[in-house]
């Protein structure tokens, strides 16, 4: 351990230790190293989503479903026509808690049984949203000339045809039973305006100090986009999600009722369907059948535009620096920078 | 100049987006496997046609000769739809344009009322929560569109069914005018398309102004933090002046590509929408096609409902151009 004892070259302080030894001063190991990215990739961001009152409830929705989902069908029993006692009101016996159908199936059973498909199309339309925006985007954003233009013509066109229409059609067409493949055919048009979004991010990101450094360093395109470009669209992208999972949502639900979609498995929109077609609107009876799952559907979707507006906040820099002196933070509000940049979804 | 070039674009954008979605509508009528083409053809040699018969049927509802080539079969398609021929209805046994034609208004109706009283409510809303920001009223209001806005507008359409028409009977909740009234230019007939455009108005406002209003408020809280606005209140401008001028013109410029997305997504919720309330506009008939497997009406819904979108989208666009300095020279950007 010799100090050196001569200034550095630099004019600055004297450096402690020697650069190689001063790696060895701290001993990182791989244990340690994991406990690090835990909290630097999801420790420290889920502590900043908790102290935002928006996020919070949205995440402990969201939280609540994807239980539904996953823990949901192993601990409740599939329901069965003629099991239980039809038509039974909600609240008046435990094992029903939410009533009965018609057919004597308990409604909170039946709505539990149906969030693994509906999680499953969510996840497909998602990920294929936002796998294609980004990719459209970015390569859009960063490669200039016929390459932007051919993709962004393509999502112009693809912003401009009404979404459901087109599902309908192709779906009266195809007919599709997997719930992937479901959330995909919804999300068919969906990530038109989120790729149009991310090219105007990269468009920004593109003339960047380190952008250009890493230009001026000689690496690869790829290289750049993936390390310089993507982490900073990520929070963003990651908002986006949420949106497209709530349209997805609305998606199947809505087609499930036009009666686009085969009714092949157990869900929300189907019990909708059911209910709605058997008058429950008009007979006070039945009225909980129908009522259950649109509520169901309406929990789901404010949780995610919840979680969304509240991360959209909390990874927005522009509204952080500017609400960082002031006392009352409670109330700000996101803010969009391309005008679909919210967490909001259009309707419908 | 820059804004003849901008326009020419944008008119060449959207006759590219119709031929394409006419192109799209060919492909998925005759060349799916399973498709329509296939579909009709499956029925009529069950109902013991000879070829030729069966060629002719198809031809006749669909526009499409199988016995041509693909790329004549494509030609002669996309002529017939240019002369507005969007083939047969099978379950109605009418053209496609009749019925279509007749009902395309009623659905133009009731969007634009939608969308312009959306919009209104949603941007004069979000500038006033932007002006009282972090106030009771404020706080009150951003929950009250967040909630509206998880609402899919089907199932606003639902409850409002049951609410207003069933259980406090004010508004009816099916058809699209008095069956009593004369039609023509009087009160009680205009009042009677009116009051039918209600719920389905309604259902689409009360859904989508939250989120314009969040959109907006946020535009209008970054807009308010400006430097220029300093400037302007130091020269004295007036708070109104301000107000509308500067902070108002700037938030509001770039919801513009939202509604654009919106005239889409309200027009394809007319699906939906016309079948809850039996409404018979362009969507209601898409919906009747879809059990009826009423391929040629189904097709010709879409590609109608698509056209309107893009002539909306287009008008838009123009207005945008006009109101955004900026459009004409750096198009790509202002979008």
């Not at chain 2, 509802?61 to 209805?89: H, P």
């Not at chain 2, 189904?298 to 945008?320: K, S």
């Amino acid at each position: 351990m010799k100090r050196s004892e001569e200034p550095a070259a630099d004019g600055g302080t004297p450096e402690p230790t020697s650069p190689f030894q001063r790696v060895a001063d701290e001993d990182v190991g791989s244990g340690q190293r994991f406990r690090q990215a835990v909290d630097l990739w999801l420790l420290a961001p889920a502590r900043i989503i908790w102290s935002d009152w928006r996020a919070r409830i949205g995440t402990l929705i969201i939280l609540l479903f994807l239980a539904m989902g996953t823990v949901g069908p192993m601990v409740t029993r599939e329901p069965s026509p003629n099991t239980g006692p039809r038509l039974l009101k909600p609240f008046e016996n435990v094992q029903y808690l939410l009533g009965t159908d018609p057919k004597g199936q308990g409604i909170l059973v039946s709505i539990v049984h149906a969030t693994p498909p509906m999680l499953q199309m969510i996840l497909g339309g998602a990920v294929f949203t936002i796998a294609v925006a980004t990719v459209v985007g970015i390569v859009a954003g960063y490669k200039a000339g016929w390459t932007e233009t051919v993709l962004m013509t393509i999502t112009d066109i693809m912003m401009t045809i009404p979404g459901l229409p087109l599902i309908i059609v192709v779906a009266a067409i195809v007919r599709p039973e997997s719930p992937f493949v479901v959330g995909v055919l919804i999300s068919i048009n969906a990530w038109a305006g989120l790729a149009r979004a991310v090219r105007s991010q990269v468009l920004t990101l593109r003339n960047a100090p380190y952008v250009e450094a890493s230009r001026t360093m000689g690496l690869g395109v790829p290289s750049i986009l993936t390390r310089d470009v993507l982490p900073n669209l990520m929070p963003y992208i990651l908002v986006n999600f949420v949106g497209a999972a709530r349209g997805v949502i609305f998606g199947s639900v809505g087609l499930y009722f036009l009666g686009v979609l085969p009714f092949s498995n157990l869900n929300w929109g189907v019990m909708i369907t059911r209910a709605y077609n058997s008058g429950a609107l008009y007979s006070g009876r039945i009225r909980h059948w129908l009522f259950v799952p649109l509520f169901t559907v309406i929990l789901l979707s404010f949780g995610l535009i919840l979680f969304a507006q509240g991360c959209d906040r909390l990874f927005n820099p522009r509204v952080r620096a500017r609400h960082s002196t002031t006392l009352d933070e409670e109330d700000v509000e996101t803010e969009p920078e391309d005008g679909q940049v919210t967490a909001t979804v259009d309707q419908p | 100049m820059t804004s003849t070039r901008y326009y020419t674009k944008r008119l060449g954008q959207s006759v590219v987006t119709v031929f394409a979605v006419v192109t799209l509508s060919f492909v998925l009528i005759r060349l799916m496997p399973g498709g329509p083409v296939d579909y009709l053809r499956a029925q009529y040699i069950q109902q013991n046609l000879s070829p030729e018969e069966v060629q002719e049927k198809i031809a006749l509802y669909t526009n499409i000769r199988t016995d041509e080539t693909i790329l004549e079969q494509y030609v002669g398609y996309m002529t017939s739809l240019a002369q507005f021929d969007l083939g047969r209805s099978i379950f109605y046994d009418r053209s496609v344009s009749a019925i279509l034609g007749e009902a395309i208004p009623w659905t133009v109706l009731y969007m634009s009322i939608a969308l312009c009283l959306m919009f209104v409510i949603g941007v004069s809303l979000g500038a006033f929560m932007a002006y009282r920001e972090g106030s009771y009223f404020d706080t009150l209001s951003t929950l009250t569109a967040i909630v509206a806005n998880s609402v899919p507008y089907y199932i606003a359409a639902i409850l409002l069914v049951y609410a207003l028409g069933f259980e406090l009977s004010v508004l009816p909740t099916s058809g699209r005018m008095n069956p009593d009234t004369v039609v023509g230019m009087n009160v009680q007939f205009v009042l009677g398309v009116f009051a039918h455009a209600a719920l389905p108005v309604l259902s689409l406002v009360v859904t989508g102004f939250g989120g314009k209003a969040i959109t907006m408020r946020g535009n209008a809280i970054s807009e308010l933090g400006e430097d220029y606005l300093r400037v302007a209140r130091l020269r004295g401008l007036s708070e109104r002046r301000i107000a509308l001028r500067y902070v108002a013109r700037n938030a509001i410029l770039p919801m513009y590509t939202g509604m654009m997305i919106s005239i889409g997504t309200m027009f394809g919720g007319s699906v939906i929408l016309e079948m809850i309330f039996a409404y018979p506009g362009v969507g209601y008939y898409v919906f009747k096609s879809i059990s009826a497997r009423d391929y040629p009406l189904m097709m010709g819904g879409f590609i109608l409902i698509t056209v309107a979108v893009v002539i909306g989208v287009l008008i838009a666009d123009l207005t945008y151009g006009k109101l955004d300095p900026r459009a004409g020279g750096e198009s790509d950007e202002a979008f």
